[in-house]
């Protein structure tokens, strides 16, 4: 898959401490995302410090990567903000410390206004699928997030761009 032709880059305003997606978390993956306008997508390799047995990554790290791809994939094409609820990952092939893999993320189904099912796929190489996850995730508005105390009025206005009201 070309990353560089007929993808659009998704904004992140980058001044938040993301563990998975702030580019100015120096400690974490950094991860930015693009869209065809079907699925997202995102191009990484995954840094030494977070080495799991004999230089692959860490199935923990892979779990956070699949969570971040499947959370961006259903806030950007669902306009709510969603939280985890499950997670279910298949691992098929090790990914080692310094290769590149691509990860993408689509929305499976919607169950109403509050729940939504999203699929992750994490590849290397040419299209070798190392592992594959499905969520369920819980979608709230904006003011839903402050009153529930999931995020503050100020760190809910980095994403009006993208979320609905």
Not at 100 to 110: A, D, F, L, N, Q
Request: hydrophobic residues 40%; charged residues 20%; contains cysteine.
């Amino acid at each position: 898959m070309d990353k560089s032709g007929s993808l659009r880059p998704l904004t992140n305003p980058g001044n938040h401490d993301c563990f998975g997606c702030s580019s100015t978390n120096a400690s974490g993956l950094q991860m930015k995302f693009f869209t065809d306008g079907e699925a997202l997508f995102s191009w990484l390799t995954v840094p030494n410090h977070l080495c799991g047995w004999d230089n692959q990554v860490h199935g923990g790290i892979l779990a956070t990567i699949l969570d971040e791809t499947m959370a961006w994939t259903a806030i950007h094409f669902l306009k709510k903000f969603a939280v985890t609820l499950t997670m279910t990952i298949e691992f098929h092939k090790p990914i080692h410390i310094g290769e590149e893999i691509r990860v993408e993320g689509r929305v499976v189904e919607v169950g109403g206004k509050r729940e939504a099912t999203v699929e992750g796929r994490l590849y290397k190489g040419e299209n070798t699928l190392c592992a594959k996850c499905v969520g369920t995730f819980r979608l709230f508005t904006a003011k839903a997030m402050v009153k529930l105390g999931g995020m503050t009025e100020e760190s809910i206005k980095r994403f009006d761009f993208m979320i609905e009201p």
